[in-house]
Each structure stands twice: as C-alpha cells, then as structure tokens.
C-alpha cells in the first residue's frame, strides 16, 4: 500500500503562493487516483483538488483559478500550486490515494491519507 507525506506549508500573507508536495512511498503514484483536502479550525474535511489516474482534474469552486494540481509520476509526487492565498485558505492540507478511478471531491472514497501540513495565511 502507498504512503503520503505532505510538505510545503507554512506561514504567507494574503495574496502570496505556495506549493505543497506529497512525496509518495510503497508503490507508484500513477496507479492511484489522488486528491488534496483541507479543514480549517471548527470545519469539517473539505475537497480542494483531485486529478485522475489519466490526468483529469477537478477544482472546488473556493480555488478555481488560484490553485493548480499536478503529478510527477517520474517522482512519485503530487503538488498544489496555490496563488493568490487568502485568509480563508487557512487550514491544515491533506493528500489522499485510492486505487480506484475515482474524481471526487469528497474524502468518502479515498483510502489512504497523509498526516496533513499546515497552511496559514494571514491578512
């Protein structure tokens, strides 16, 4: 089964960009479809990102246009290009795998997870 271990957060003003990396371990990306989720303080789990085992990709609509999701396989990693930060973004980020062909926005189907890294933003 695959590992996830997030990196990349950390503290931004409002309006920088960060990028998030989830390193990969124990078997190969490119056989998982994968997914970013955050939940903020007092908030439940919510989907950012997900993209699809053939590169498909789906946003929520809180970060169309300010958060891009891409995948290494070469490097068994999964980013999150994220522009234009707000205070709104602040939360802890979460990868997830699943082995299924799957692009949802929900955390429901998504097997394994990383430990999450934190992303504050402030105004």
């Known amino acids: 089964q695959v590992q996830l271990v997030e990196s990349g957060g950390g503290s931004v003003q409002a309006g920088g960009s960060l990028r998030l990396s989830c390193a990969a371990s124990?078997?190969?990306?490119?056989?998982?479809?994968m997914g970013w989720f955050r939940q903020g303080p007092g908030k439940e789990r919510e989907g950012v990102a997900s993209?699809?085992?053939?590169?498909?990709?789906t946003y929520a609509d809180a970060v169309k246009g300010r958060f891009a999701v891409s995948r290494d396989n070469s490097r068994n990693t999964l980013y999150l290009q994220m522009n234009s930060l707000k205070a709104e973004d602040t939360a802890t980020y979460y990868c997830?795998?699943?082995?299924?062909?799957?692009?949802?926005?929900?955390?429901?189907?998504?097997?394994?997870w990383g430990q999450g890294t934190q992303v504050t933003v402030s105004s």
């Open positions: 124990g078997d190969t990306l490119s056989s998982y479809s």
């Open positions: 997830a795998a699943d082995r299924r062909w799957i692009w949802s926005l929900q955390p429901a189907p998504y097997t394994y």
């Open positions: 993209i699809g085992r053939n590169g498909g990709v």
